[in-house]
């Protein structure tokens, strides 16, 4: 089974060709990050007149690398929710248009599920899938929490931020030092030459025997501590780099350990943007050492937004026969 998949869910116009659901013949990506870095983050206007610019030769290239034609495709998933409703429009209307004109049935995806189904993909780094049940922490840009996965579309909540994200924290942290858009791959880059316990910065929640999470408090925190004074340069830099990094990873796998030990499992898949981040990931292998999970990480490539992993969730879907109606529709705040 082909199945093209179609991601446009915030600043990245993505589109790729999967093979029952594992093998990836073709992923292309097409970044928006020069375009919005001038306004120091997304832009929901403009990502979407970039996604209309774009959106047709990302998908005619990825047919192309994948040795197909529109023809040979079995079907068509599209990311329709959660994200920014402009930019999700332009990649549901595509689909539908392709759908109607090839003949071929369409399916919503949940951009959720589809970083959930980012493991299951063929790759070296990833000789096999993590086994049902498992726990997986999504961990990206629009959302923090920890879900325990029993199959293929049989997911339970267990833990979720109670304000902002993981990934929005560092990008917004990132501007307040003045290192950019996206601010987190900057913050992840100099904090690995940095000293940790440089500046004290808060662990969010930390007398709480829960799985929540919160990041407004530490954004606040190095808002206070920057008030008034210039921000760290050269090595000073690097430290509060590390030491902020630091105040995020150490409650992402606290949470996690956590979890673990409450639901009984012993497997854990890390997703979403926000596992690309090397010192979270350093920190994931240790606590996985210490306690003896196992553990599923994607490549940085698997992490971030891309179509693959739509392809991988939508031929779920596909599989067992759901087929999305013509109006199918976006849902800016889809839940898991």
Same mark, same amino acid.
């Given at each position: 089974?082909?199945?093209?998949?179609?991601?446009?869910?915030?600043?990245?116009?993505?589109?790729? #060709?999967?093979?029952?659901?594992?093998?990836?013949?073709?992923?292309?990506?097409?970044?928006?990050? %020069?375009?919005?870095?001038?306004?120091? *983050?997304?832009?929901?206007?403009?990502?979407?007149?970039?996604?209309?610019?774009?959106?047709?030769?990302?998908?005619?290239?990825?047919?192309?690398?994948?040795?197909?034609?529109?023809?040979?495709?079995?079907?068509?998933?599209?990311?329709?929710?959660?994200?920014?409703?402009?930019?999700?429009?332009?990649?549901?209307?595509?689909?539908?248009?392709? *759908?109607?004109? %090839?003949?071929?049935?369409?399916?919503?995806?949940?951009?959720?599920?589809?970083?959930?189904?980012?493991?299951?993909?063929?790759?070296?780094? %990833?000789?096999?899938?993590?086994?049902?049940?498992?726990?997986?922490?999504? #961990?990206?840009? *629009?959302?923090? +929490?920890?879900?325990?996965?029993?199959?293929?579309?049989?997911?339970?909540?267990?833990?979720?931020?109670? /304000?902002?994200?993981?990934?929005? +924290?560092?990008?917004?942290?990132?501007?307040?030092?003045?290192?950019?858009?996206?601010?987190?791959?900057?913050?992840?880059?100099?904090?690995?030459?940095?000293?940790?316990?440089?500046?004290?910065?808060?662990?969010?929640?930390?007398?709480?025997?829960?799985?929540?999470?919160?990041?407004?408090?530490?954004?606040?925190?190095?808002?206070?501590?920057?008030?008034?004074?210039?921000?760290?340069?050269?090595?000073?830099?690097?430290?509060?780099?590390?030491?902020?990094?630091?105040?995020?990873?150490?409650?992402?796998?606290?949470?996690?350990?956590?979890?673990?030990?409450?639901?009984?499992?012993?497997?854990?898949?890390?997703?979403?943007?926000?596992?690309?981040?090397?010192?979270?990931?350093?920190?994931?292998?240790?606590?996985?050492?210490?306690?003896?999970?196992?553990?599923?990480?994607?490549?940085?490539?698997?992490?971030? /937004?891309?179509?693959?992993?739509?392809?991988?969730?939508?031929?779920?879907?596909?599989?067992?026969?759901?087929?999305?109606?013509?109006?199918?529709?976006? /849902?800016?705040?889809?839940?898991?």
């Amino acid at each position: 089974m082909l199945v093209l998949g179609i991601e446009t869910s915030c600043d990245e116009t993505a589109a790729a #060709v999967v093979e029952d659901g594992r093998r990836v013949r073709s992923d292309v990506v097409a970044s928006q990050i %020069l375009v919005h870095a001038p306004f120091g *983050g997304v832009v929901p206007e403009v990502a979407s007149r970039q996604h209309l610019a774009t959106i047709v030769p990302t998908v005619r290239r990825a047919v192309a690398d994948a040795g197909a034609t529109l023809a040979d495709l079995d079907g068509i998933a599209v990311t329709r929710g959660p994200g920014l409703v402009g930019a999700l429009l332009v990649g549901v209307e595509t689909a539908k248009a392709l *759908g109607y004109a %090839l003949g071929r049935p369409v399916v919503g995806v949940n951009h959720l599920a589809g970083h959930l189904a980012a493991a299951f993909l063929e790759d070296p780094s %990833l000789p096999e899938p993590p086994p049902h049940p498992h726990l997986a922490l999504l #961990v990206s840009g *629009g959302h923090t +929490a920890l879900i325990r996965v029993d199959g293929p579309g049989r997911t339970h909540l267990v833990g979720c931020t109670r /304000d902002d994200a993981a990934g929005e +924290a560092f990008d917004k942290v990132g501007k307040m030092l003045g290192l950019g858009y996206p601010g987190g791959v900057r913050i992840d880059k100099l904090a690995a030459t940095g000293d940790a316990r440089a500046f004290a910065l808060p662990r969010a929640l930390p007398g709480r025997d829960d799985l929540d999470f919160s990041f407004s408090g530490l954004k606040t925190a190095v808002a206070t501590m920057l008030h008034g004074v210039p921000a760290p340069t050269g090595q000073a830099l690097n430290d509060f780099c590390a030491s902020f990094q630091a105040a995020v990873v150490d409650v992402l796998v606290r949470k996690s350990r956590r979890a673990l030990r409450r639901e009984g499992l012993g497997a854990l898949q890390v997703c979403g943007g926000v596992a690309a981040n090397r010192g979270l990931r350093a920190a994931l292998v240790a606590a996985a050492a210490e306690d003896g999970f196992r553990l599923f990480i994607p490549p940085p490539k698997r992490c971030t /937004d891309n179509a693959s992993m739509i392809a991988a969730a939508g031929t779920s879907l596909l599989a067992t026969g759901s087929r999305a109606p013509w109006d199918l529709g976006v /849902d800016p705040g889809l839940p898991l």
